[in-house]
């Protein structure tokens, strides 16, 4: 029911209430927990703060320390999903994380998925783990850190090769948990210091997939795409009745008629297709305050023009290159135009120019209308911690 209240919202050009619906949905899924796990200076706590985009001295960012900082699990924030949660936990082997323990962690803290981390080589502290994790039927995945120190290293070698060097250590940890019975041997290879480098954009990506939110918030996002294309669709079929009386009008013979009417209709055309999109002033007015976001952020992602962006002056520009047979928003925007009375339009081709202006600037606001709603429920989310 929340999502076809979601699908009338976006219909209706309501994009404030589309997002509330969205917002409405996500928090409806309850909460979803992943455990970050290892050992004791295995780069658990700047994993973290990497996946956040923080630096370790950032405010809000996990403790790190060169000796044991993790006293107790600690809950953070995961990026744009307001209901999922990163937890820091002590490191294994550690006087706060007995081996004794690792049953408890798996079975009462009820984490959804977990993340096992290390510096070094998998040991059977982590395959034990792993295993554990199995018997619940939850899923993991190993993630080998600090691989920039390995590669610094392999530097010196008169051979180096970073490609063999990282493969190299792929195969050995996979070999390990192998010989340890562990199922699911994907590993992930990272630098904290380097998040944008190695495994870590795909460790991202691949996490993503599993985390019902955003499963969820793709298939709202399908659903609005695919109602804005069926409202492009009807829309288009409509603009045959302003190009009509446009070419009409081209056909009496008096100078300059043609050209004035047919900047008249468009105008107006141009500015109720913008507000039954809810691309107009104040749909995207209201959709910022709610999501707690400026206006400009939302507008910024909008290619087309607004409809307070609409004047005569555009209109004039953009009915001669659609005359030409082409459409370029980028050349007018934010540029002052001086209109020009050239010779009459015949109706034809003015009925074949205002049709085809108005059925691309309904194609754009459809793409603009879904850029927003992308814009707006990533930031929405955000807002909801």
């Given at each position: 029911?929340?999502?076809?209240?979601?699908?009338?919202?976006?219909?209706?050009?309501?994009?404030?209430?589309?997002?509330?619906?969205?917002?409405?949905?996500?928090?409806?899924?309850g909460c979803f927990h992943i455990a970050v796990i290892g050992k004791s200076g295995?780069?658990?706590?700047?994993?973290?703060?990497?996946?956040?985009?923080?630096?370790?001295?950032?405010?809000?960012?996990?403790?790190?320390?060169?000796?044991?900082?993790?006293?107790?699990?600690?809950?953070?924030?995961?990026?744009?999903?307001?209901?999922?949660?990163?937890?820091?936990?002590?490191?294994?082997?550690?006087?706060?994380?007995?081996?004794?323990?690792?049953?408890?962690?798996?079975?009462?803290?009820?984490?959804?998925?977990?993340?096992?981390?290390?510096?070094?080589?998998?040991?059977?502290?982590?395959?034990?783990?792993?295993?554990?994790?199995?018997?619940?039927?939850?899923?993991?995945?190993?993630?080998?850190?600090?691989?920039?120190?390995?590669?610094?290293?392999?530097?010196?070698?008169?051979?180096?090769?970073?490609?063999?060097?990282?493969?190299?250590?792929?195969?050995?940890?996979?070999?390990?948990?192998?010989?340890?019975?562990?199922?699911?041997?994907?590993?992930?290879?990272?630098?904290?210091?380097?998040?944008?480098?190695?495994?870590?954009?795909?460790?991202?990506?691949?996490?993503?997939?599993?985390?019902?939110?955003?499963?969820?918030?793709?298939?709202?996002?399908?659903?609005?795409?695919?109602?804005?294309?069926?409202?492009?669709?009807?829309?288009?079929?409509?603009?045959?009745?302003?190009?009509?009386?446009?070419?009409?009008?081209?056909?009496?013979?008096?100078?300059?008629?043609?050209?004035?009417?047919?900047?008249?209709?468009?105008?107006?055309?141009?500015?109720?297709?913008?507000?039954?999109?809810?691309?107009?002033?104040?749909?995207?007015?209201?959709?910022?305050?709610?999501?707690?976001?400026?206006?400009?952020?939302?507008?910024?992602?909008?290619?087309?023009?607004?409809?307070?962006?609409?004047?005569?002056?555009?209109?004039?520009?953009?009915?001669?290159?659609?005359?030409?047979?082409?459409?370029?928003?980028?050349?007018?925007?934010?540029?002052?135009?001086?209109?020009?009375?050239?010779?009459?339009?015949?109706?034809?081709?003015?009925?074949?120019?205002?049709?085809?202006?108005?059925?691309?600037?309904?194609?754009?606001?459809?793409?603009d209308t879904q850029r927003v709603l992308v814009k707006a429920l990533g930031e929405?989310?955000?807002?909801?911690?």
């Amino acid at each position: 029911m929340s999502e076809e209240k979601f699908k009338a919202a976006v219909q209706e050009g309501n994009l404030k209430k589309a997002v509330s619906m969205a917002q409405q949905i996500m928090k409806s899924l309850g909460c979803f927990h992943i455990a970050v796990i290892g050992k004791s200076g295995s780069g658990k706590s700047s994993f973290v703060n990497a996946f956040r985009g923080l630096r370790d001295d950032d405010k809000g960012a996990a403790e790190v320390g060169v000796v044991e900082t993790t006293k107790e699990p600690t809950s953070y924030s995961y990026p744009d999903y307001p209901n999922v949660f990163l937890w820091d936990l002590p490191g294994i082997e550690t006087p706060n994380f007995q081996s004794s323990e690792l049953n408890l962690t798996v079975t009462y803290y009820q984490y959804d998925f977990f993340i096992i981390i290390t510096a070094t080589r998998f040991r059977d502290i982590h395959a034990n783990l792993a295993q554990k994790i199995q018997e619940k039927r939850k899923k993991f995945f190993f993630v080998r850190s600090k691989v920039d120190q390995d590669l610094e290293a392999e530097m010196r070698k008169k051979f180096y090769c970073e490609r063999t060097t990282l493969q190299q250590i792929r195969e050995a940890c996979q070999g390990h948990l192998q010989n340890a019975r562990v199922n699911d041997t994907q590993v992930f290879l990272l630098s904290n210091w380097e998040p944008d480098k190695h495994d870590f954009p795909l460790l991202k990506k691949t996490l993503e997939e599993v985390i019902p939110h955003h499963a969820t918030r793709q298939r709202l996002l399908m659903i609005s795409n695919q109602t804005l294309q069926a409202k492009k669709t009807a829309m288009q079929k409509t603009t045959w009745k302003p190009a009509t009386l446009s070419g009409g009008l081209a056909a009496i013979p008096l100078p300059g008629l043609s050209l004035v009417a047919d900047i008249a209709i468009m105008v107006d055309c141009m500015r109720d297709y913008c507000k039954d999109f809810g691309l107009n002033s104040e749909s995207l007015s209201a959709l910022a305050h709610h999501i707690g976001k400026r206006e400009k952020d939302l507008k910024a992602v909008i290619k087309s023009p607004l409809a307070t962006e609409i004047t005569t002056d555009l209109v004039l520009t953009l009915l001669s290159n659609a005359a030409g047979g082409g459409v370029k928003y980028l050349s007018f925007l934010g540029k002052s135009f001086i209109p020009v009375i050239g010779s009459l339009f015949s109706a034809q081709v003015s009925f074949g120019a205002t049709m085809f202006m108005l059925d691309n600037f309904i194609r754009d606001l459809a793409e603009d209308t879904q850029r927003v709603l992308v814009k707006a429920l990533g930031e929405e989310e955000k807002k909801s911690k």
